[in-house]
Nanobody, 124 residues
């Protein structure tokens, strides 16, 4: 089994920054693709950012491109999401996910393991 634990969520003002962390443990392979998704109240879970197992490929949703950066350290089994220029519409529960492949998957059902989520709230 794999456990994913997110941290770093909280309250930020519009224009501010937050950094989310996701630590993987258990039966992990250091080169698994990982991703961040988010879900706002009353909305479907949406893709935010993805990173391949090697870190060489990344993908961002159009809504966060240029503002968010996903990165990883395979030695630490950790992925980060640096969120800058935050907007109120970024308010959501953010979930870390891991996929049992090196390549990224664009859809939530391409990912096999999920964290419990961390709340991000951006005030205007």
């Amino acid at each position: 089994q794999v456990q994913l634990v997110e941290s770093g969520g909280g309250l930020a003002q519009a224009g501010g920054s937050l950094r989310l962390s996701c630590a993987a443990s258990g039966r992990t392979a250091s080169n698994n693709a990982m991703a961040w998704f988010r879900q706002a109240p009353g909305k479907e879970r949406e893709s935010v950012a993805h990173i391949s197992g090697t870190g060489g490929t990344t993908y961002y949703a159009d809504s966060v491109k240029g503002r968010f950066t996903i990165s990883r350290d395979n030695a630490k089994n950790t992925v980060w999401l640096q969120m800058n220029s935050l907007k109120p519409e970024d308010t959501a529960v953010y979930y870390c996910a891991l996929r049992r492949f090196v390549s990224i998957g664009r859809s939530w059902d391409n990912y096999n393991y999920w964290g419990q989520g961390t709340q991000v709230t951006v005030s205007s």
